[in-house]
């Protein structure tokens, strides 16, 4: 079973810049893996911010960019709002099927 | 406006089934696959399975293979997914989610709990 690792918490201040990433015990992440990221907030459903890899949907804010970097699928938050204070997943897939890495906690402080 | 809407919380005895729906609306329905995805109290996402917009194929998680199984009715627009013997562990939000490729998710439910408690 693959296992997909987020780090488990990251903090930002407002305004600044921050990277979140998503490994593969598989090997390196590429493109061919589609990455997708969500956005969840405290007792909400999930959001879907970026997929296969960098693409963005209409309503994702431009400050939000995916890429990938160093063998990882990554998420980077330039200009980091308050609002922006929520927990991530990535997701990645293998042959037919998918695995969500463990999240991130972004608190923006 | 692109609308899932899922059935209302469940509760079920350990070894017994669940059915949970998921009604789409503001699009065309078959043109489309459907996710589910499971999140216990506390704890991450976890990917259950796919189905293909004309519902005849669907792929499942080796964890869930045997257990699971997802369908899909055009004349009414929703997607279902039961899950059988179930067991405390499977105590959780259940989601679904759109995919307009098979790799590519945009639209979320709101989510359906479902409690397995003797």
Redo the contacts between chains.
Sequence with gaps: ?TVVTQEPSLTVSPGGTVTLTCASSAGAVTSGY?P?W?Q?KPGQ????LI??TS?K?SWTPARFSGSLLGGKAALTLSGVQPEDEAEY?C?V?YG????????TKLTVL | QVQLVQSGAEVRKPGASVKVSCKASGYTFSTYYFYW?RQAPGQ????IG?INPSGDSA????KFQGRVIMTRDTSTSTVYMELSSLRSEDTAVY?C?RGF?I?????????TLVTVSS
């Excluded at chain 1, 459903?45 to 879907?48: D, G, L, Y």
């Excluded at chain 2, 790799?103 to 989510?111: A, I, K, L, P, S």
């Design positions: 079973q589609y997708n969500f969840q459903a999930p959001r879907t997929y296969s693409s949907h997943y997701l897939y037919g099927a998918a695995v969500f890495g463990g999240g | 995805v991450g996402l976890e990917w796919i792929n499942y998680a080796q989601y989610a490729t790799f590519d998710f945009d639209y979320w439910g709101q989510g």
